[in-house]
């Protein structure tokens, strides 16, 4: 297998993930198409334990972890690019996904990610998410952020992920990067949560916050007067609330939700789609936490469409809906009309119609007076 061929393929395509599946010939991820290699062969059970052997380069460890686990997140590097792998068991033989991640990252003000957020980050205390679904830029909007005020602030940020994608140099800010795994830097998401109180860090960093106790460290954190950014595995800042309020026993929710209102600042849930040049869009929600989200948030029983709904009435405070973010896009050409549909509800699409016509209209009177 000429597996340094294939990556070095990937990267001349600006691919963003290389499979390795038994039975197909390698396939890249570009611009979310697949596209298959057709000059290589098809991939032979033999063939991936040899692809296997080639990213985890004799290591034992590692090794050992992904016989008794059955899956295994590493990194390793390629030329000037970075891999973060998962290999995983398909009927015995393993299956290997390898994302590229680039070592320069894009700046923030080409992200397509709201100016509030950036500015969010000068909090000196409380919690900011970044969310979206597998694939949605989280991890790239979270370096930038990270790269931002690590050119711009005299802070200790202190980061873990897993594993590490992004390598930072500390500039104006002091930057300490953990990978969080059994055998590496650090056991848990939640052990390093807890760990940084006692590392002197102004910014805490988790990767992925995806358990209670994860949550526990991290409201812990931004009570004892830190600044705390994360990411959740979900699909809109109303469906975040309530993730993290469900970590709990229904006897502990009436404290998290109290808790969650007063130290959450700020959710931006993202999403990636084509656009019509066939390159990817961003397209934010972004949910600044002020008395109303968190009076609807403190509630005995949440409402999700009431965060919506509060969502898209407050623009004034920096809180950008949906509905809001498909509409402009659609006006500024970016995205066809089916593909802003396609991104909401049925019940939603009145609203997405009005909503486009009153940007129209606002175009049309700026253009006239200009």
């Known amino acids: 297998m000429d597996v340094n061929g294939i990556l070095k393929k990937a990267e001349q395509q600006m691919a963003s993930d290389a499979h390795f599946i038994s039975g197909l010939k390698p396939i890249l991820r570009v611009n979310r198409e697949l596209i298959t290699l057709e000059e290589y062969d098809v991939i032979s059970k033999d063939d991936m334990w040899e692809v296997y052997d080639y990213f985890l380069k004799g290591n034992v460890e590692k090794d050992k972890l992904f016989k008794e686990k059955k899956v295994l997140d590493c990194s390793e590097e390629f030329e000037d690019i970075r891999l973060r792998i998962n ?76 594993p590490v994608e992004y390598k930072h140099t500390s500039k104006r800010s002091i930057i300490v990067q953990k990978e969080v795994s059994i055998g590496s830097d650090m056991p848990s998401y939640s052990i390093g949560t807890k760990n940084s109180l006692r590392e002197d860090c102004d910014i805490l960093v988790i990767g992925e916050i995806r358990d209670k106790e994860t949550l526990d460290a991290a409201i812990e954190t931004a009570e004892s007067g830190h600044l705390v950014l994360g990411t959740l595995h979900t699909k809109s800042c109303a469906e975040t609330i309530d993730r993290m309020i469900n ?11 109290y808790l969650i209102a007063s130290l959450l600042k700020l959710v931006i849930s993202q999403r990636l789609i084509r656009n019509k040049r066939g390159t990817l869009t961003l397209i934010p929600e972004v949910m600044v936490v002020d008395n109303v989200i968190a009076g609807i948030i403190r509630k005995e029983k949440l409402s999700v469409s009431e965060i919506e709904d509060a969502i898209q009435s407050t623009s004034g405070n920096g809180s950008i809906g949906l509905i809001n973010s498909l509409a402009q896009l659609y006006v500024d050409d970016v995205i066809t009309l089916e593909q802003a549909k396609a991104q909401i509800e049925e019940k939603n699409i009145e609203i997405l119609n009005r909503t486009i016509m009153q940007l129209k209209m606002k175009r049309d009177e700026k253009g006239s007076i200009l």
């Open 87 to 162: 290999i995983s068991y398909s009927d015995g033989t393993p299956v290997i996904t390898t994302r590229l991640i680039r070592n320069e990252l894009p700046k923030y003000e080409d992200l397509g990610v709201p100016d509030i957020v950036r500015r969010m980050t000068g909090q000196t205390q409380g919690l900011i998410l970044v969310t979206g679904k597998t694939n949605s830029g989280k991890s790239t909007t979270l370096n930038a952020l990270i790269n931002y005020i690590n050119e711009n602030e005299n802070k200790k940020i202190l980061t873990l992920e897993s």
């Open 247 to 257: 970590f709990y026993e229904v006897r502990d929710q009436s404290t998290i939700k």
